[in-house]
């Protein structure tokens, strides 16, 4: 496994989550950091993406003021906060890392090689 989310969860609109993903293997030397979500029927939607420093972060339209991506290089891990969370939120969401030396954020689910197995976030009205 390249890519290990967790911290998906059942919470009411308005609460807050934390996601967490965990990079091993070839994808724990990417540089560029996302997370993705699909909901039920619809397409994989962008959500944040991170450098390899945290110094340079893109987000979705949809999540902006919301949402915040970190990440910690001492633990190797990427994290996602999200918070005033909605019911149109509920998604499974995917961490996922570009491959190779490349440093340049993208919002495009095509840009990424390495992707995780999602953890499912369901807010309820």
């Known amino acids: 496994v390249q890519l290990q989310a967790s911290g998906g969860g059942l919470v009411q609109a308005g609460d807050s989550l934390r996601l967490s993903c965990a990079p091993s293997?070839?994808?724990?030397?990417?540089?560029?950091m996302g997370w993705f979500r699909q909901a039920p029927g619809k397409e994989r939607e962008f959500v944040a993406a991170?450098?390899?420093?945290?110094?340079?972060?893109i987000y979705g339209d949809s999540v902006k003021g919301r949402f915040t991506i970190s990440r910690d290089n001492a633990e190797n891990t990427v994290h996602l906060q999200m918070n005033n969370l909605k019911p149109e939120d509920t998604a499974v969401y995917y961490c996922?890392?570009?491959?190779?030396?490349?440093?340049?954020?993208?919002?495009?689910?095509?840009?990424?090689?390495?992707w995780g197995q999602g953890t499912l976030v369901t807010v309820s009205s």
């Open positions: 293997g070839r994808a724990s030397s990417s540089n560029v």
């Open positions: 996922a890392a570009r491959g190779g030396r490349v440093t340049v954020l993208s919002s495009s689910r095509w840009s990424y090689n390495y």
């Open positions: 991170i450098n390899w420093n945290g110094a340079s972060t």
